[in-house]
């Protein structure tokens, strides 16, 4: 089993949508999770990062980590067409800085 | 712009060549990852320095190499490269190399090996 899963996508909604994007893990030893976003033909970049369990809320972005059931999970409020991107949840394991989930592929239709 | 940088942006080349992708981290950042991106594997780590030591390995091949310079940028050495080493190359750095610090990605290296 991977360490973290993630369903590519793609994901395609009308703008303003409210958007949800998921992973699971495997190992419930895992405190920290991230949620990186990343444009066609850039680096990621850092969008949320929350610590253990329960919601973090920053602008229209919420991301949440359901400890119980290994399942963490991003919210787009009000999406926009600039949120079109692929989206990747991480979290560091044992020796390894970050692991990585294969990432979602989100279309925003105008 | 993540103050991350990367050289070439896009390299060519043919199997069983040898080519060195280059990083310099953000100003005040000590240490360095190395990541591949594929469309199959999705992004996976391959290494990462601190203040030029060695600190954590991932999936690194054998034909791959790496090392930090004093001045802290690094180079990521691949050598007998074969058609499946095509992907992009990211570089990322931070502060300390802590497990709760903020990685900075750099813009990439799109390696094609024909």
């Known amino acids: 089993q991977k360490e973290v899963e993630q369903d590519p996508g793609p994901l395609s909604v009308p703008e303003g949508a409210i958007v949800s994007l998921n992973c699971t893990y495997s190992?419930?030893?895992?405190?920290?999770f991230m949620w990186y976003r990343q444009y066609s033909r850039k680096g990621p970049e850092l969008l949320m990062y929350?610590?253990?369990?329960g919601n973090k809320e920053d602008g229209r972005f919420t991301a949440q980590v359901d400890k119980s059931s290994k399942y963490i999970s991003l919210f787009i409020r009000d999406s926009q067409p600039s949120d079109s991107a692929t989206y990747l949840c991480?979290?560091?394991?044992?020796?390894?800085?970050?692991?990585f989930g294969k990432g979602t592929r989100l279309s925003v239709i105008a | 712009d993540s103050g991350v940088t990367q050289t070439p942006k896009h390299l060519i080349t043919a199997t069983g060549q040898r080519v060195t992708l280059r990083c310099s981290p953000r100003?005040?950042?000590?240490?360095v990852y190395w990541y591949q991106q594929s469309l199959d594997q999705g992004l996976q780590f391959l290494i990462q320095?601190?203040?030029?030591?060695?600190?954590a390995k991932g999936n690194i091949l054998e034909r791959f190499s790496a090392q930090q310079f004093p001045d802290l940028h690094s180079e990521l050495n691949l050598s007998s490269l074969e058609l499946g080493d095509s992907a992009l190359y990211f570089c990322?750095?931070?502060?300390?190399?802590?497990?709760?610090?903020?990685?900075?990605f750099g813009p990439g290296t799109r390696l094609l090996v024909l």
């Open positions: 990322a750095s931070s502060a300390r190399g802590l497990a709760d610090e903020t990685q900075y």
């Open positions: 190992n419930s030893a895992f405190q920290y």
């Open positions: 929350t610590y253990s369990s």
């Open positions: 991480a979290t560091p394991s044992g020796n390894t800085p970050l692991v």
């Open positions: 100003s005040g950042d000590l240490s």
């Open positions: 320095y601190y203040n030029g030591e060695e600190r």
